[in-house]
């Protein structure tokens, strides 16, 4: 160790960063070297050994720079020759820096904590406004804060802490108390005992055993030391009367008020104001005559105050001394009395005589520290922190309060660190990304309208161009060339290693080719619909510029709704962290030492084994899509089927060994939070194991039992299939008389009420929204420049951010061209101007509170619905009209989600913005180009493609465009007053739009008076009203398997097996995604485009889960081919 006088003459010694800290057990066995350095460079060095150190010990403060033992004495040393002139070399070396001495008699050590886990922690965490409600009042510690302050007890008395500490002072709040009496205190209080408890049972709701004050040190009360003061009830004691009979052994003797008259509701205090306390805290702490203190306070309190100290220390000792405290974590430091405000050197009481010289202060030490006024009383010289929580966080201990990510997943991988230097504008990023985003689009638009679609996400890329970019890293040219034009700026084609940076671009032009995971851009449905259902015509200039526009026009307003939903902590978007954990897999080297199979490893694996897999469900085995032995048990019995049929029944037991099963509809159930699966899992079996045995067998509503079970077909009255042709007319509208000679659209039961579901699922989010995160929204928008700011935002500081101007370039540019297309082209399209203008207004109001949404439950709620009700109603009897209206209201707002989805990932990842925004833009247009090309040569030259008078060996079916154009058919052609109307035979299902609004009023009333049930603000009703709105196509074994999944990962294995969740399941994810894609193109490629098929019991198309009779109808009298008639 080097010691050098500096003019504070400040004891400053250290103990490696992050080592366990170990107290009253002296120095180890290994030496400790004094070297003192002249300016003539001559070296003074002796050996001392624990030999010359007493027994009891200082800890150490810390800088991670010097490795000497974790506790160190100076004043009890005995100085042999040739150090017994050190005073003379210490007047000579004042100027040299580095370490300092300071006498121990003038110092203090103090265990600074900050309160565990409290319920006030866990409801900021969803929604920081709620500290502002008075159900948090004096707010008491969580059943995860208990077990940290057992954890921290458990801690203190391993290590000795709590047999030298000689005063414990707390503030008088209830978290706090219950913090240090559990930390500090006894045993647990036996009845009979003849002293108070420090605290009695279950002492403010914590059902917690009463603890006992005997062999513990004196607690007392001081309200210098509390939370920031005001405004936030949380922040308001209660009475001390109230308090003594809740902690009878706290000492509350210096707190001369009963009630609070220090917090007020109106005006939170200051940062200045809480520092000018806070060294009157340290004032006062000087008055006592114990020299080791434990102190149990607050985060905020903390952190303004010892931000102020060590900025005359090496940054690492100013950021040991001033992050932010954690909860319940313990921090160790020494303060120092520069002042000569110290205690007498009589009062020390270490044994033995104390050595004269050093430790005494000598006229030259009283010269060099006159009188200093309060603010310069003390000094703190050093930190040492240690966690007291299980599992410590070293990661995410940062310098300032907002830099700390209050989403757990995303601390736990999200790395918090930015390389600014990596190139990202390179050669093999455009020429990787390009071409990724035409093979993509082109594959995905190819297989859309095959029988068995097939859509190749941006996952497969991501792992197939990582060895494309390294070999091109490995074989291009290193030469610079320069840029003509550009000055001194230099390019080459290969600037050094393929870097994360340019991966992450490279599957963000794969992701605008998958567009955003839907396979196509969603208006070439549009096209495919008009060319090929409804035999019209449409020009080739309108069908491109009609994809263009809805893909990119939420772009414009997205871009402006950054600040709100992409740079705040709390929107984390769930779906971005198996990307990240997945880029950090193949990217970061692991850990030295590590014992654990590799993140690389173990993707290779768990790849290998998805894509061997996935032959059996996908085409040697196909039964094993769904398990339903429910009929298997019953083969001949309708019930049986339509209750155990995982496809066409209600999956009673049904499951699936197929991922694409598992994650086809609602995405990877690896990647959701677990109240999100909670929120599906009770609306799910809600409407399918209640709502439907009950409308089906219990009462027969809408005439259930003339229809399938489930079903998303149309039907006449008497359950045959609808003919949709013979109603519409020449000129594209529909025919009222042949209509009538028709009948009514009927629908099955199940698909009725799921439209009911959707309607209450579209006003319950803004209802949600508005309850629960209106407050915050309303203080972004009106502080939104001085908002607080994560790590990771103000790491994306260091770029430069997108003009505003932009994104209202980009958006006049869409709506100009949209306008132009609607007024130029109108035939074509059916839709006014003001039609358009209407469903943008729309999809803009929408994306707010669906980002939201989306960013923290990973569920979408989508517009589609809504904006096809309020078409139909406004222009009955146009399709064309109603599908460009949805896809300009509903599309637009989804792609402006998932821009911001893909800018979250780009936040965390720490892409220039601009670069990502290009990106973004440009593989939207060619990925749109390409999709419409592709469908335009496919529609052109295939015959009969989509039509059911093909071949029954034709693959060219078309499924989802069948689906799309019975939509239009519903909404458009015969209108909603048709179908939920007085005309048609679905009005009540108008009544849970009151439902949608009525129902989050309820879950939030129930959490204004039952606030300390902290499950009922986990209630999301949008995702529970809209937890089947992928039903159908989407069916019950679809759902039945995700949910299974995800429970097991996000809930058992993510709080049991934490550190495995942390490590390996987004990339366990990400590698099922990756073995299913390359597996099905294989299959594809090799089988499908010959029409080869294995036909056999466990393969069979038609009867793939052997449930035939789950479609029959039961009514008396139906008549359907297949099926008995009852």
């Known amino acids: 160790m080097s010691v050098t006088v500096t003019d504070n003459l400040t004891v400053q010694c250290a103990s490696r960063r992050g080592r366990s800290v170990r107290y009253g057990s002296g120095l180890s066995s290994d030496s400790l070297s004094l070297s003192l350095s002249r300016k003539n460079k001559e070296n003074i060095s002796a050996d001392w050994n624990d030999s010359f150190l007493d027994q009891r010990s200082v800890p150490i403060i810390g800088a991670p720079i010097l490795p000497v033992p974790s506790v160190f004495e100076l004043h009890r040393c005995v100085l042999p020759s040739p150090f017994s002139h050190l005073p003379a070399l210490f007047r000579y070396m004042e100027s040299a820096g580095g370490l300092s001495l300071y006498p121990l008699h003038r110092c203090k050590t103090i265990h600074l904590v900050r309160h565990a886990q409290a319920v006030h922690n866990v409801a900021m965490e969803k929604d920081r406004s709620l500290l502002q409600s008075y159900d948090y009042f004096d707010a008491r510690l969580s059943d995860l804060g208990w077990q940290q302050v057992d954890n921290l007890g458990k801690h203190v008395r391993s290590c000795g802490i709590s047999k030298t500490i000689e005063l414990v002072i707390v503030s008088p709040l209830l978290r706090t108390m219950q913090t240090a009496v559990g930390a500090f205190g006894g045993d647990e209080y036996k009845d009979g005992t003849n002293v108070p408890p420090l605290m009695v049972a279950n002492a403010g709701g914590s059902n917690h055993p009463a603890i006992s004050s005997l062999n513990c040190p004196p ?58 306390r806070g060294l009157k805290f340290l004032d006062w702490l000087w008055t006592r005559k114990e020299t080791e203190i434990a102190i149990v306070t607050h985060s905020a309190f903390l952190f303004e105050l010892l931000k102020c100290f060590g900025n005359d220390c090496h940054p690492s000792i100013k950021s040991e001394i001033s992050k932010f405290f954690t909860n319940c974590e313990l921090r160790s430091m020494v303060i120092v009395d520069k002042s000569m405000k110290g205690s007498d050197p009589s009062r020390t009481n270490y044994p033995g005589k104390i050595p004269q010289g050093l430790d005494l202060p000598s006229d030259a030490a009283t010269e060099k520290h006159p009188e200093k006024g309060a603010t310069d009383s003390v000094i703190i010289a050093g930190a040492m922190g240690t966690e007291a929580t299980e599992t410590p966080n070293t990661v995410d201990q940062l310098l300032e309060n907002d830099e700390i990510s209050p989403i757990e997943e995303v601390r736990l991988t999200v790395s918090t660190t930015d390389d600014v230097s990596q190139p990202v504008w390179t050669f093999r990023m455009w020429s990787l990304g390009l071409l990724s985003c035409c093979a993509m689009s082109f594959v995905n638009q190819f297989f859309s309208y095959r029988k068995e679609p097939l859509v190749i996400t941006q996952i497969t890329v991501l792992v197939a161009s990582l060895p494309i970019g390294r070999f091109m890293a490995s074989v291009l040219p290193t030469r610079k060339f320069r840029i003509p034009g550009f000055g001194s700026k230099e390019f080459s084609f290969n600037p050094g290693p393929f870097n994360m940076k340019e991966h992450v671009l490279i599957s963000i032009f794969a992701n605008a080719g998958s567009a955003f995971g839907s396979g196509s851009a969603y208006a070439v449905g549009i096209v495919t619909i008009i060319k090929v259902f409804y035999w019209r015509s449409i020009s080739f200039f309108a069908s491109w510029l009609l994809v263009i526009t809805t893909q990119v026009l939420g772009y414009g307003w997205a871009g402006l709704l950054r600040k709100y939903v992409v740079e705040p902590a709390h929107m984390w978007w769930p779906n971005t962290l198996v990307q990240i954990s997945l880029f950090r897999t193949l990217h970061e080297a692991e850990e030295e030492g590590e014992k654990r199979m590799t993140r690389v490893k173990f993707f290779i694996i768990a790849l290998a084994g998805s894509f061997t897999w996935y032959m059996f469900p996908g085409y040697i085995f196909q039964t094993l899509q769904s398990i339903s032995w429910v009929c298997w048990a019953f083969p001949h019995s309708v019930t049986a089927h339509q209750i155990g049929s995982g ?51 219990g009462f027969n509503v809408f005439n259930a039992k003339t229809f399938p079970i489930f079903s998303a077909d149309l039907f006449t009255s008497d359950g045959q299939v609808y003919n949709i042709t013979s109603i519409v007319n020449d000129r594209f509208e529909l025919n009222q008389q042949a209509y009538g000679q028709v009948g009514r659209v009927s629908l099955s039961s199940f698909f009725a009420i799921t439209y009911g579901f959707g309607f209450a699922a579209i006003v319950a989010t803004l209802t949600h929204v508005a309850l629960f995160h209106g407050r915050e929204i309303v203080q972004k928008f009106r502080a939104s420049s001085k908002g607080r700011e994560d790590i990771h935002t103000r790491l994306m500081r260091s770029y430069r951010d997108i003009p505003a101007w932009w994104f209202h370039i980009l958006l006049f540019v869409a709506i100009a061209a949209s306008l132009a297309l609607c007024i130029f082209l109108k035939k074509e399209v059916q839709l006014p101007w003001w039609g358009l203008l209407f469903a943008a207004a729309l999809a803009f109001i929408f994306t ?221 994810s990400a590698a099922l995604d990756a073995g299913v894609a390359f597996m099905a193109v294989l299959i594809h490629f090799t089988l499908g485009v010959r029409n080869v098929h294995m036909n056999w019991w466990g393969s069979n198309p038609v009867d793939t889960d052997h449930c035939l009779l789950a479609s029959c109808p039961t009514a008396k009298g139906v008549v359907v081919d297949g099926c008995p008639v009852f």
């Open 219 to 276: 607690f007392l009360a001081v309200e210098l030391c509390r939370e920031r003061l005001g405004v936030n009830p949380c922040d308001k004691r209660r009475s001390i009367s109230e308090y003594r009979s809740l902690f009878p052994a706290i000492d509350f003797s210096v707190i001369e008020h009963d009630d609070d008259i220090l917090w007020t509701p109106d005006t939170r205090e200051s940062n200045d104001q809480i520092v000018e």
């Open 647 to 697: 496809f066409s029944g209600l999956g009673f037991g049904a499951f699936s060994l197929d991922w694409s099963t598992v994650a086809s509809f609602l995405g990877s159930p690896l990647i959701s939070p677990f109240f999100a699966i909670v929120n599906i899992f009770v609306g799910y079996v809600a409407l399918i194991y209640v709502v439907m045995p009950i409308a089906y067998w």
């Open 848 to 1068: 707010l509170p669906i980002s939201i949404i989306t960013a923290t439950t990973n569920q979408t709620p989508g517009l589609n619905i809504i904006t096809e009700y309020l078409m139909g109603i406004i222009l009955p009897g146009r399709p064309i009209a109603n599908v460009c209206f949805k896809t300009y209201g509903y599309i637009s707002m989804a792609q402006a989600v998932s821009f911001l989805s893909d800018f979250k990932l780009g936040h965390y990842m720490k892409i220039p913005p601009r670069s990502m925004f290009l990106v973004q833009l440009i593989g939207t247009i060619i990925a749109g180009t390409v999709n419409i090309s592709i469908a335009w040569w496919l529609l052109s030259t295939v015959d009969n493609i989509c039509h059911q008078s093909a071949s029954s060996n034709s693959p060219w079916t078309c499924p989802s465009d069948r689906v799309f154009f019975d939509a239009s058919v519903i909404w458009g052609l015969v209108g909603p007053k048709r179908i939920f109307g007085f005309q048609g035979n679905y009005p009540t299902l108008n009544w849970f739009f009151l439902g949608g609004f009525l129902g989050p009023v309820l879950v939030y009333v129930l959490h204004r008076f039952f606030p300390n049930q902290t499950w009922i603000p986990l209630i999301n009703l949008p995702v529970l009203f809209g937890a089947t709105a992928y039903m159908p196509p989407a069916t019950p074994v679809n759902y039945n398997s995700w949910l299974l999944v995800g429970t097991i990962f996000n809930y058992f294995v993510f709080r049991y097996r934490k550190r495995w969740w942390q490590r390996y399941n987004y990339i366990l």
